[in-house]
């Protein structure tokens, strides 16, 4: 069976607050042609990381847009999701590949998936490589099928993207967080490049009085009279918790009274969950100042909520990164970060807003310190974080993107706006590292062989002119 993740509907109206009038009205206008449009989005938990965290939120406001939207996870064995990890680590650059007896896992458990894809769709959204293989089994079915890969899966292991080559070539189109993920000579043809987004009104984002949030934590039994460090991230080691607590060690001899909360949830399609959360209680000790909670000890999305709303410094410390929303939750409630320089959190701490990009786990205790000891400095720059988040990855952005793409798959564009947005953005002219779309004076330029392109920010037209072939390749495959 395929789970059907019930989720209501939302208002999109509610977001004009935090998003602007402007990018609803957007929303409303790109949605004209796309009225009753049945798009399925599949993926393979309902809980737990990134993809579940956007589809929960997202879902509910296309309904509110006029569109048949659904929401549907995959069944899967412990095996089968270790299967599936292991073809994510091996897209994200592990060397440990998958052996034949796991492919056939993964064969049988989508074969046994396709057969519950019963109801027909205008679009079938599939979400990173555990569902990628129904695209082949279902076949087409008149309906669009796009795969939707939230991983950095720029220099995969070669062996295993050579085996998703040819599922992926039957799809309509990939999208990408970055315009350097898109393997390179991969398929399908058309590539599209969309960062993710957090939602402002969610329980995990949503304002949080600072008395509820420091009460929330008191009783958790977190000190909340002391410095609080914080990573919230799924146990795995991409994400280098240990390194985290190897960083606040090093905090924690020039600054005896900071705490160290590490918070993961264990998803489902994750198994090496439990291992890395063993290896981090077992490297934490009898620390009493660091805590390890999970969503199973009852931390969920209001506990997240307090810790990134109370904690100090919010460190991401990854060492290959997806996207990393929760850089942008820490940021949307004023908590300056200090993260790795990896996959997409360069995008959300461009130019040194918001907190400081790190390579090392001494500079990443240097910089933690650093905030610890001025404060003041650290919501300053957590207060311009949180307005690159709210220009750029909010909820409404990501869903406009999205809708232009079905648009421009189905041929069915809907009238040009009136007026330029108030952001001034026309939504034509797109920069080739991040997919945003840019205002008409965006100043941030570059020549590369004769020809001028246009970026969002410096840091964006930095990583292009360090390497311009791993864009152009994404860029010369979008749209025309
Ligand atoms: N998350 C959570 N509880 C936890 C750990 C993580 O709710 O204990 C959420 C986190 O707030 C974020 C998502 O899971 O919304 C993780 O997304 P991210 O893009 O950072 O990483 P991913 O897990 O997708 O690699």
């Given at each position: 069976?395929?789970?059907?993740?019930?989720?209501g509907?939302?208002?999109?109206?509610?977001?004009?607050?935090?998003?602007?009038?402007?990018?609803?009205?957007?929303?409303?206008?790109?949605?004209?042609?796309?009225?009753g449009?049945?798009?399925?989005?599949?993926?393979?938990?309902?809980?737990?990381?990134?993809?579940?965290?956007?589809?929960?939120?997202?879902?509910?406001?296309?309904?509110?847009?006029?569109?048949?939207?659904?929401?549907?996870?995959?069944?899967?064995?412990?095996?089968?999701?270790?299967?599936?990890?292991?073809?994510?680590?091996?897209?994200?650059?592990?060397?440990?590949?998958?052996?034949?007896?796991?492919?056939?896992?993964?064969?049988?458990?989508?074969?046994?998936?396709?057969?519950?894809?019963?109801?027909?769709?205008?679009?079938?959204?599939?979400?990173?490589p555990?569902?990628?293989?129904?695209?082949?089994?279902?076949?087409?079915?008149?309906?669009?099928?796009?795969?939707?890969?939230?991983?950095?899966?720029?220099?995969?292991?070669?062996?295993?993207?050579?085996?998703l080559?040819?599922?992926?070539?039957?799809?309509?189109?990939?999208?990408?967080?970055?315009?350097?993920?898109?393997?390179p000579?991969?398929?399908?043809a058309?590539?599209?490049?969309i960062?993710?987004?957090?939602?402002?009104?969610?329980?995990?984002?949503?304002?949080?009085?600072e008395?509820?949030?420091?009460?929330?934590?008191?009783?958790?039994?977190?000190?909340?009279?002391?410095?609080?460090?914080?990573?919230?991230?799924?146990?795995?080691?991409?994400?280098?918790?240990?390194?985290?607590?190897?960083?606040?060690?090093?905090?924690?001899?020039?600054?005896?009274?900071?705490?160290?909360a590490?918070?993961?949830?264990?998803?489902?399609?994750?198994?090496?969950?439990w291992?890395?959360?063993?290896?981090?209680?077992?490297?934490a000790?009898?620390?009493?100042?660091?805590?390890?909670f999970?969503?199973?000890?009852?931390?969920?999305n209001?506990?997240?909520?307090?810790?990134?709303?109370?904690?100090?410094?919010?460190?991401q410390?990854?060492?290959?990164?997806?996207?990393?929303?929760?850089?942008?939750?820490?940021?949307?409630?004023?908590?300056?970060?200090?993260a790795?320089?990896?996959?997409?959190?360069?995008?959300?701490?461009?130019?040194?807003?918001?907190?400081?990009?790190?390579?090392?786990?001494?500079?990443?205790?240097?910089?933690?310190?650093?905030?610890?000891r001025?404060?003041?400095?650290?919501?300053?720059?957590?207060h311009?974080?949180?307005?690159?988040?709210?220009r750029?990855?909010?909820?409404?952005?990501?869903?406009?993107?999205?809708?232009?793409?079905?648009?421009?798959?189905?041929?069915?564009?809907?009238?040009?706006?009136?007026?330029?947005?108030?952001?001034?953005?026309?939504?034509?002219?797109?920069?080739?590292?991040?997919?945003?779309?840019?205002?008409?004076?965006?100043?941030?330029?570059?020549?590369?062989?004769?020809?001028?392109?246009?970026?969002?920010?410096?840091?964006?037209?930095?990583?292009?002119?360090?390497?311009p072939?791993?864009?152009?390749?994404?860029?010369?495959?979008?749209?025309?």
């Amino acid at each position: 069976m395929l789970q059907n993740v019930a989720v209501g509907r939302d208002n999109l109206d509610k977001y004009r607050a935090a998003a602007g009038d402007a990018a609803v009205e957007e929303l409303r206008r790109l949605a004209s042609t796309l009225q009753g449009l049945r798009v399925l989005h599949l993926n393979a938990t309902a809980y737990g990381g990134g993809v579940a965290e956007i589809l929960r939120s997202e879902v509910p406001l296309l309904r509110d847009l006029g569109i048949v939207a659904r929401w549907k996870t995959i069944p899967g064995s412990n095996e089968f999701f270790a299967v599936t990890k292991a073809i994510h680590n091996a897209l994200q650059g592990g060397t440990r590949g998958v052996t034949p007896a796991e492919w056939d896992i993964y064969e049988q458990t989508s074969v046994l998936a396709a057969a519950h894809v019963e109801e027909s769709y205008d679009i079938v959204v599939v979400h990173d490589p555990q569902p990628l293989m129904l695209r082949h089994l279902v076949g087409r079915r008149d309906a669009i099928w796009i795969w939707r890969c939230h991983i950095d899966s720029s220099a995969p292991d070669p062996a295993v993207l050579a085996r998703l080559v040819p599922l992926l070539s039957e799809y309509d189109a990939a999208v990408y967080t970055l315009g350097s993920f898109a393997p390179p000579d991969a398929p399908p043809a058309r590539v599209e490049i969309i960062p993710p987004a957090i939602d402002p009104l969610s329980p995990k984002n949503m304002d949080l009085d600072e008395g509820v949030a420091t009460e929330v934590l008191d009783w958790i039994g977190v000190d909340v009279t002391r410095p609080l460090l914080l990573q919230v991230s799924r146990f795995d080691h991409w994400k280098d918790p240990l390194g985290v607590i190897a960083a606040y060690r090093i905090v924690k001899r020039r600054m005896p009274e900071v705490q160290l909360a590490l918070v993961g949830s264990m998803a489902l399609d994750d198994p090496e969950g439990w291992q890395v959360y063993h290896e981090i209680s077992s490297d934490a000790g009898d620390d009493p100042d660091i805590y390890l909670f999970t969503n199973l000890t009852g931390v969920g999305n209001i506990e997240v909520n307090a810790f990134q709303r109370h904690a100090d410094v919010a460190i991401q410390k990854s060492l290959r990164e997806g996207f990393g929303l929760v850089v942008s939750e820490a940021l949307w409630k004023g908590t300056p970060v200090v993260a790795g320089r990896a996959g997409g959190i360069p995008l959300q701490l461009a130019d040194g807003v918001g907190g400081y990009l790190v390579d090392s786990v001494e500079e990443c205790a240097e910089r933690v310190l650093e905030l610890l000891r001025d404060p003041a400095a650290g919501r300053r720059l957590a207060h311009a974080g949180r307005e690159l988040v709210r220009r750029r990855f909010l909820l409404p952005r990501l869903i406009g993107d999205e809708l232009r793409l079905y648009a421009d798959l189905l041929e069915q564009h809907p009238a040009p706006p009136r007026t330029l947005t108030a952001a001034g953005i026309t939504g034509e002219d797109r920069d080739p590292v991040c997919g945003m779309r840019l205002h008409p004076d965006a100043d941030h330029q570059l020549s590369h062989a004769g020809k001028r392109y246009r970026f969002c920010s410096a840091s964006c037209a930095r990583e292009f002119a360090q390497n311009p072939e791993l864009f152009l390749r994404t860029a010369s495959r979008g749209a025309p």
